[in-house]
């Protein structure tokens, strides 16, 4: 990333504070495998926390990973995550948002067919 960014790009998640992550995770959503290597889908790119936000060093890299936004709003406020205990280990529980985040696709995957694509005829 080049060090004097445009002003409009200044503090902009995925060219200036996050862009980072996303290089590092290369450009791919960690849940759904999103290839955000081109323009339109590098602007949909977002970051994620392994463990929700409010716990001590959320904001260190370690804790983000670079998610599609679909996958994003699926692992956000998640009750069954929040019932986890607070010393559990990151990286299983991670996992578990993980497992939570691919149920939930799946369960909108099964959705689409009846309720959604017959009203795209």
Known sequence: ???ELPIELRGASR???NAHIFLRD???CVHCGF???SFPNWMQLTVDHKRR???PADENDDNKVT???ACNSMAGNVGELKELPLDLPIDEYFQRKKEYV???RKTFFDF???NVAPSLE
Do not use: E, H, I, Q
């Open 53 to 55: 936000v409010g716990l």
């Open 15 to 17: 060219c200036d504070v």
């Open 26 to 28: 290369n450009y791919t």
């Open 102 to 104: 691919k149920r939930s």
């Open 35 to 37: 290839d955000g290597r």
């Open 67 to 69: 998610c599609c936004p």
């Open 112 to 114: 689409w067919p009846a």
């Open 1 to 3: 990333m080049p060090n």
